[in-house]
């Protein structure tokens, strides 16, 4: 499991942040914290954190009533990101190597989080992103195995960050992907709305793993989900959530694309915080 | 009880710092976090915020091996108050009211504080303090009460503020005052040796609480220093924490010197974060 007591602060700010934004009364962010707490409390250790995640926005949609604390930052990020898109299908098609160009620009969009961080710059990272390199690179081995897979599963993460995913499955150009999103909210996760809306459903088969924790967690998504997930050639698995959810399975169809955005991540995966990679387990040292 | 849950993040905060500077390893953090969530989760609503700290610091000890994790800063707040000393006493003495002045400084001190926030400036709040009114005032009842006492108490808080305290209680110029230092080291409050290093013995008999809490805390209290407290007219309390331990009480020979530095205290003073205050609960509406 990729956590330790950092989660549990990084946790801490960002809830403080949705009491503030939620205008909870003083009574009411005590119910909470103390919920919050009490969870922490008998739950350490057994839950991965977006476990934790799932279980603390249901705590807060009990006390708030809101089931989606993030719409507007994802509606604000898709729009971002579908601005850019001209630009960057040109930077794309211009470029040598399209496979590559269009699955760092995907990285990229890995930016968009909300939970971690909701300071960030887009098309800044994006700059950055074609720039630089990937601290950890697996992606000609990525390539050749999507050149030969039957299937491929793409496992979605953030709102905004998915239109880059689109530009980078157009360039795939596989004739069975499939994209997978959330059960529904958590965080600023795509669901299929956002697939709809940002125009995943034109590109790619769009499916939803029947659960809401901000990660893919197998064994708790309904059975169609199970049966692509198992059947899949190759899954690309996008961000540090779906990282969470999935490493301990040590699966090697798997490629774990992310921006590895906290130390607790970054430590694991022995880079830089802030570095862009491309990982298969097997191919891991 | 002065305390809700932002009391909590605001000590998340707090320690996630120290455990950074305390350099300590994961496993270490895992631990620590774990404790400070225990604690939360068994002693939420029956602790005082100054009992908190001082559980957590005793844990932080345990861990850390540091009995005293802010004696740097306290010695760079003593000494940075030292420096000020000549320029305040001219201030003072060119004022036409030599004991608001000083109380003035005194309570523009209170902004060193570690705890609540490591980023403040000295000069800038002392040259706001006297210029700025206070947002609830008696210090008038104050000056009345300490003319007819016979034996006034002075509850001191922090490092740096100190000095200030005693150029206040060098003005106050009453015969019997004693100014209270913690029993130990609790954050960055004074104790003994920070009396000794400003002054303050010279200034004022110097007293310990024989408790180490950030607050005053009379039945945890040295039996020498609760003795000193039944009999004492007039007690000057300086400081969010000595306010947080002795609110309850509704002694109305208490004058809570402060400035309201987090939402909370400011919110229960009915006052805006940051403001500078002189109350007597007896005066309060």
């Not at 476990?51 to 509606?75: A, C, Q, V, W």
């Not at 030969?148 to 995913?165: C, P, S």
């Amino acid at each position: 499991m990729i956590s330790d007591y950092r989660c549990f602060f990084c946790f801490a700010r960002a809830f403080e942040k949705l009491i503030t934004r939620h205008g909870f009364s003083v009574e009411e962010g005590n119910l909470f914290t103390h919920e919050m707490i009490s969870l922490f409390f008998k739950k350490w250790g057994s839950l991965t954190m977006p476990e934790f995640s799932r279980e603390m926005h249901y705590i807060l949609r009990r006390h708030s009533g809101n089931p989606d604390p993030y719409s507007t930052e994802k509606k604000f990020s898709n729009d971002q990101a579908l601005e850019m898109v001209p630009e960057l299908m040109e930077i794309i098609g211009n470029s040598p190597d399209k496979f590559s160009t269009a699955l760092r620009i995907a990285i990229a969009g890995n930016i968009v989080d909300f939970a971690a961080n909701d300071d960030f710059n887009l098309k800044e990272t994006v700059n950055k992103a074609l720039s630089s390199d990937l601290a950890i690179d697996h992606s000609t081995e990525l390539r050749n195995r999507i050149r030969k897979a039957g299937q491929v599963l793409y496992l979605g993460d953030n709102a905004g960050e998915i239109v880059f995913d689109r530009l980078f499955i157009e360039n795939i150009g596989h004739g069975d992907l499939t994209f997978a999103v959330r059960g529904g909210p958590a965080i600023n996760d795509v669901t299929m709305d956002d697939a709809i809306y940002t125009g995943m459903t034109e590109a790619a088969g769009v499916i939803s793993t029947g659960y809401d924790a901000p990660s893919v967690i197998p064994e708790k998504s309904s059975e169609t989900f199970r049966e692509l997930f198992r059947k899949a050639d190759v899954i690309i698995s996008k961000g540090q959530g779906n990282l969470e959810g999935l490493i301990q399975l040590n699966d090697d169809r798997i490629f774990f694309l992310l921006m590895a955005k906290c130390e607790t991540v970054a430590e694991y995966l022995k880079v830089p915080r802030g570095s862009k990679v491309v990982v298969n387990p097997q191919l891991m040292e």
